[in-house]
């Protein structure tokens, strides 16, 4: 890694951890009006993050890896079985509705957390596709950070704790990723990042497709079809951004 890609990463990372604060700060102030409209919220983000997974990041993981399809499995079980198994658990002390609320962050945490590696990735290659790369992954960032917040919120953990672990999973781990994996970066081969994109694109489309959409066709509200293609419509400046 070139000394001198060390600014323009932490800058592209912190940029993106401040984009992911502002949504969580912004939609905790204003709760209530967020409780009612959650699913809008919902049903645009399972509208990003199912479409990037399908069109950018599993492609991506394939040109990298040809066997990115069993990481792409792994991503969607391990979220499964932690969902399956987590839930027993944490429902004895805390609830079902907070171990549900807490499995859908964690692979919000780990996609955020290799963000910061993939800003570190592209930087590496050169300024101007990390710029690119940057310019992409900035646009779904507030987004995330609302629907982090109004996940654990929900699951009833309160505003406080709410606020700090959504700040932790969504923000801070992706200045971290990238302040991780920067020395190293350079040593990662394309099939390693592959296994590392694919296993994120599983467990964000595990998210999109298991965790939101199903809250989304529970609520029944008139138009969540239209934050839905928003959401879509999002992601494909996302992979044209990235293009």
Not at 190 to 216: D, Q, W
């Amino acid at each position: 890694m070139h000394p001198s890609n060390f600014v323009p990463v932490m800058a592209a990372s912190l940029l993106a951890c401040a984009m992911t604060s502002l949504g969580i700060h912004g939609i905790s102030r204003r709760s209530t009006w967020g409780r009612a409209n959650a699913v809008y919220f919902m049903s645009f983000a399972a509208g990003v993050l199912i479409s990037v997974s399908f069109t950018h990041i599993v492609p991506e993981s394939l040109r990298m890896y040809a066997r990115a399809p069993a990481f792409l499995l792994v991503g969607f079980l391990a979220l499964y079985t932690l969902n399956r198994f987590l839930i027993p658990y944490v429902c004895q002390d805390h609830g079902r509705e907070t171990a549900s609320g807490i499995v859908p962050v964690l692979g919000i945490g780990f996609h955020s957390l290799l963000d910061g590696v993939i800003y570190s990735v592209t930087f590496e290659v050169s300024v101007f596709t990390g710029v690119l790369a940057t310019a992409g992954l900035i646009l779904h960032e507030l987004p995330e950070g609302i629907v982090t917040y109004l996940l654990l919120e929900r699951s009833g953990l309160g505003r406080a704790r709410s606020v700090t672990y959504a700040f932790l999973a969504a923000a801070v781990s992706t200045p971290l990723g990238a302040l991780v994996s920067y020395p190293f970066v350079d040593r990662l081969d394309g099939p390693v990042l592959g296994m590392l994109l694919a296993t994120s694109g599983g467990a964000l489309i595990y998210v999109g497709a298991s965790h939101l959409l199903p809250e989304v066709e529970k609520a029944a509200r008139r138009y969540s079809v239209l934050s839905l293609a928003a959401g879509v419509l999002v992601a494909g400046l996302i992979v044209m951004a990235n293009g």
